[in-house]
């Protein structure tokens, strides 16, 4: 049992220009799986985003978890946001697919899968790599790879490319903050900070980013007793003064969209020596953090240079691995071409007025999704139908 109904009723061809405009080249409905929380559909599948991709020739189909993806779509692209160790693995094996040219696994590959994992696969892995499955299936995209989700799910090494990067060109200069990962042993903190040479005030981070609003739970620290009473595992991350304003930059595939978010204002050696104690960001919501319309000094509001941005997202998505993500970019005060990446969030997608949502929304990284981003449902639309045309071409080549 695949589409329903409806959905079949759409699939009747659709047919896109070549250039000059005569030339047409017949085109399927583009079927985009999506396996999102019911939170996160309501607010990345907003009417205008459904209705425009229907205009052209996108179809957005809720993947049954409980059903084996054998029995449904058939999906030239599935989108996922959704965490869970049975749902890893079979994302995993699509992507296996992929990287073996999109040839049948058979159960030796499976099982050589499974030992090198040493999880157990569940039944359905077998069902939808059976023998024809490249006869019964079309290729399918897997918007982003499991494993490359997980290296930036984790702070410890979700900026090591950008570290490596170290990028620097006559538009400016991109970095990471100086930052330490601490496991374990909170009292330890203190003596590992003055080894590591980290200058306060210290930002606190949970290590991990497992989508709840605890991971996004973020800490100011002032002085080197208060680090005792932060709770490890976490990331300290120096402080960085960018005049209260930071860069979110949304990547989907090729395209790149800017939005300025206030932060936290900068820290002055005053205010430094006046204070103590470890202080959690405030609370405030994602449509109140917009600075895209306030009166900025143009030191401080003026967006980073195009050309550096476009080479960073360049770089970026061929290390990670990754083509739905967003950057949050900071300037360093007083500067205009020292740029810092504090966060790497992959396929960002708030969730309304939640309280979830309220949580994550702190000053210094926030969480706004692409609903926040400006034109998202023509930057989207656009690249799902780029990324169909790619897998289009590259089969008929090999067909040929």
């Known amino acids: 049992m695949g589409l ?90 699509l992507a296996l697919s992929s990287t073996m040219n999109h040839d049948p696994i058979s159960e030796v590959e499976a099982s050589r899968f499974q030992q090198e994992r040493n999880f157990h696969l569940p039944w ?13 299936h079309p290729e ?39 930052q330490l990962v601490v496991k374990r042993d909170a009292s330890s903190i203190p003596d590992a900070v003055t080894k590591a040479g980290l200058t306060l005030p210290l930002v606190a981070k949970p290590l991990v980013v497992d989508g709840s609003a605890k991971s996004h739970e973020l800490s100011l620290a002032y002085d080197q007793y208060s680090l005792r009473k932060l709770e490890p595992p976490l990331v300290l991350q120096e402080f960085v003064n960018h005049g209260g304003v930071l860069f979110k930059v949304y990547i989907v595939g090729e395209a790149i969209k800017v939005v300025r978010r206030f932060s936290l204002p900068d820290v002055t050696k005053r205010e430094l020596s006046k204070n103590a104690g470890v202080f959690r960001f405030p609370r405030v919501s994602c449509a109140a953090a ?40 900071i300037r360093e005060h007083g500067t205009r071409d020292r740029f810092y990446v504090i966060d790497i969030n992959y396929f960002p997608v708030n969730v309304g007025n939640s309280e979830i949502i309220k949580a994550e929304c702190y000053l210094y990284s926030n969480m706004a999704g692409y609903g926040k981003m400006p034109e998202y449902e023509h930057i989207f639309t656009d690249f799902l139908l780029s990324l169909a045309e790619s897998n289009y071409k590259r089969r008929s080549g090999s067909n040929s």
């Not at 359905?124 to 019964?136: K, P």
């Not at 319309?293 to 691995?321: F, M, N």
């Open 290 to 329: 917009s600075a895209d319309d306030a009166d900025l000094d143009p030191c401080v509001g003026e967006l980073p240079p195009r050309p550096l941005l476009e080479r960073l997202a360049r770089e970026l998505r061929r290390r990670l691995g990754l083509r739905l993500f967003n950057l949050d970019i």
């Open 140 to 178: 399918v995209t897997v918007l982003d790879p499991p494993d490359a989700i997980q290296h930036v799910h984790n702070r410890q090494s979700m900026l090591q490319d950008v570290a490596d990067l170290n990028l620097s060109d006559s538009y400016g200069k991109v970095g990471v903050p100086k």
């Open 124 to 136: 359905a892995i077998y069902l939808i790599y059976s023998v024809d499955y490249r006869q019964t």
């Open 4 to 93: 329903n109904m409806n959905e079949e009723e759409m699939i009747q061809g659709c047919f896109s220009r070549g250039e000059g405009g005569g030339f047409q080249i017949p085109m399927k409905l583009v079927v985009v799986g999506y396996a999102l929380t019911s939170k996160k559909t309501k607010s990345f599948l907003q009417p205008k985003l459904e209705g425009l991709a229907r205009n052209k020739g996108i179809l957005f189909v809720a993947i049954d978890q409980n059903r084996p993806l054998s029995e449904q779509g058939p999906f030239d692209i599935v989108l996922h946001k959704l965490r869970g160790k049975e749902w890893r693995q079979i994302l995993e094996l």
